[in-house]
């Protein structure tokens, strides 16, 4: 197994209440991750933890060999699930910016604005953007630099289906390249033609975990992405409810 992130015994706890416990994986190279769960599974969480923008309570996450608080996150793209820009600013004056805190030049996003259909749109006001527009250019963003890792949060809202299209063959040819992607969606049939992998959250801890092919094979009544989630949810909503 060519690992890129071992992620051990990892815990995010606020107070009381723990977001994560005791989250142990590791996360092949040159895969397609699709991350699951209700709202409230810990799904940004871990996100947060991977890129270094929550405190661990407890465990350890390794980038390769790395510890990841060590790690140049130049390497690693980012798409929140709500994208901030400045709104008087353009597009384009958004994109150079960002792309510029990366050590990246101009014609970089240049190519990434035109990959995902804004290049016509450069001169327009942020706050003049729909919801799709800005998940789009906060994908430009992200893309910038061809980075080794992706993690996009929630990238399919609000796209119509001729732009998720064009998304999907956007992150294909980025797993082709050989950049392992991270994905949290509630669109699973957006995320079904990608993901390779498939982490299935609940309550903090990992319901499933897995090769999507493997994981249809163990759940043997699974034919789609959909029908395995509900059928992991449905299990662990069984167990609970006969150790309570």
Known sequence: MNTLLHISNLTKRYGAVSALEQISIAIERASVLAVLGPNGAGKSTLFGCLLGLTLLSGGEIRFASTPARDRDRTSIGYLPERVSL??????????????????????????QLERVGLGRVHHRKARELSKGMLQRLGLAIALCGAPELLILDEPFNGLDPAVLDRLQAILREEHERGATLLISTHTISAVEPLATHALILLNGSPAAF???????????????????????ARAHAHNAEVLA
């Open 210 to 232: 897995g090769p999507v092919d493997a994981l249809r094979a163990e759940y043997r009544h699974s034919a789609t992405l959909e029908e395995l989630y509900q059928h992991v």
């Open 86 to 111: 400045y709104p008087h600013r353009t597009v384009w004056e958004n994109a150079v910016f960002f792309a510029g805190l990366k050590g990246y030049p101009p014609e970089a996003i240049r190519f």
